[in-house]
Nanobody, 127 residues
C-alpha cells in the first residue's frame, strides 16, 4: 500500500539548519513530483518547494529561496528538504506530497494536484 513518512523535524535556534526526509513506498517514486508544504495553526497550507518528476526542475516559494534546497534520490524512494538559516517564521508542520507527473511553475502550489500526503513533521524555530 501507499506509505509516505516524513522525518527530520525538530526544535532549532535561528540560523540553524535541518534536513527533512520524505520516504515513500507503494508506487513508482520516480514518476511523481514531490512537493513540500507547511502549515501553521489558523493558516492555509502553503507550498514551500517542489521537484519535478520529469527533469528534476525545482521550484521555491520566495520566502525560502536561497535558504532551502529540495532534492530527491529515486533509488532510495526519498526526497529531501535542506533548510538553512532557519528563521522563526519557518516554524510550521511540514508535509511531503506526491503528484503523479511533472510539475509546473503555475501548478506546483495547488494542493489538490497532489495525490498522496504524509503525516507531517514539526519544525520549530523560536524567536
Amino acid at each position: 500500500q501507499v506509505q509516505i513518512v516524513e522525518s527530520g523535524g525538530g526544535l532549532v535556534q535561528p540560523g540553524d539548519s535541518l534536513r527533512l526526509s520524505c520516504v515513500a513506498s507503494g508506487f513508482t517514486f520516480r514518476d511523481y513530483s514531490i512537493g513540500w508544504f507547511r502549515q501553521v495553526p489558523g493558516k492555509e497550507r502553503e507550498g514551500v518547494s517542489c521537484i519535478s518528476s520529469l527533469d528534476d526542475t525545482t521550484f521555491y516559494a520566495d520566502s525560502v529561496k536561497g535558504r532551502f534546497t529540495i532534492s530527491r534520490d529515486n533509488a532510495k524512494n526519498t526526497a529531501y528538504l535542506q533548510m538553512n538559516n532557519l528563521k522563526p517564521e519557518d516554524t510550521a508542520v511540514y508535509y511531503c506530497a506526491l503528484d503523479l507527473g511533472s510539475a509546473s511553475g503555475s501548478g506546483w502550489r495547488v494542493l489538490y494536484e497532489y495525490d498522496y500526503w504524509g503525516q507531517g513533521t514539526q519544525v520549530t524555530v523560536p524567536s
